[in-house]
């Protein structure tokens, strides 16, 4: 139990363009997900937290601008990087939460061009 | 304030031989603790967690960990290492209290020699 998938898993684009990742809870509802981003041999840097029917929350310094986050069912958030530049290049990770713990997706290979 | 510090950004051991990962939290309330594993280019799957029941937590794939509140630490071990368990590993603490707020340590590489 506790699945999370992510869509797509790796994905290459022209600069200036827009890039959506979806994160899906595949066993279970989740009311609170979260995007995260992890540069190579590094921890993980939350990115913003989302909350399905509302707002998401940005960590300091992440541009809300930049990476749209929509959580629009208890399922399924999905982060757009818009405009995406080669320094947005990255692992992208989404986690869910069930009861207490996070359950993480298998990440989201970015690389702008 | 929370804080997780791994000592050892790099650990190797033998293959048969002991797995040690060392974990040390910082937390004002009753923390719940968490270990991680990462394969290359794939996402953190849980290994296991502290939830303050039992204070030595069995996990997935021959892995245990202690909680030890006086020494404000939560290790990762495996009797015997095996060449899949080559990966990096992250120790991550939350408060019952604020489940959305977790804290991750800096990680530790794991290499088993053959």
């Known amino acids: 139990g506790a699945v999370v998938s992510q869509h797509p898993s790796r994905v290459i684009c022209k600069s200036g363009t827009s890039v959506k990742i979806e994160c899906r809870s595949l066993d279970f509802q989740a009311t609170t997900m979260f995007w995260y981003r992890q540069f190579p041999k590094q921890s993980l840097m939350l990115m913003a937290t989302?909350?399905?029917?509302?707002?998401?929350?940005?960590e300091q310094g992440v541009e809300k601008d930049k990476f749209l986050i929509n959580h629009a069912s208890l399922t399924l958030s999905t982060l757009t990087v818009t405009s995406a530049h080669p320094e947005d290049s990255s692992f992208y990770i989404c986690?869910?939460?069930?009861?207490?713990?996070?359950?993480f997706g298998p990440g989201t290979r970015l690389t702008v061009l | 304030a929370q804080s997780v510090t791994q000592l050892g950004s790099h650990v190797s051991v033998s293959e048969g031989a002991l797995v040690l990962l060392r974990c040390n939290y910082s937390s004002s309330v009753p923390p719940y603790l968490f270990w991680y594993v990462q394969y290359p280019n794939q996402g953190l799957q849980l290994l296991l967690k502290y939830t303050s029941a039992a204070t030595l937590v069995k996990g997935i794939n021959g892995f245990e960990a202690e909680f030890k509140k006086s020494e404000t630490s939560f290790h990762l071990t495996k009797p015997s290492a095996h060449m899949s368990d080559a990966a990096e590993y992250f120790c991550?603490?939350?408060?019952?209290?604020?489940?959305?707020?977790?804290?991750f340590g800096p990680g530790t590489s794991l290499s088993v020699i053959p």
């Open positions: 989302s909350n399905e029917g509302s707002k998401a929350t940005y």
């Open positions: 986690s869910a939460r069930y009861t207490d713990t996070q359950y």
């Open positions: 991550a603490v939350t408060m019952k209290t604020s489940y959305d707020k977790v804290i």
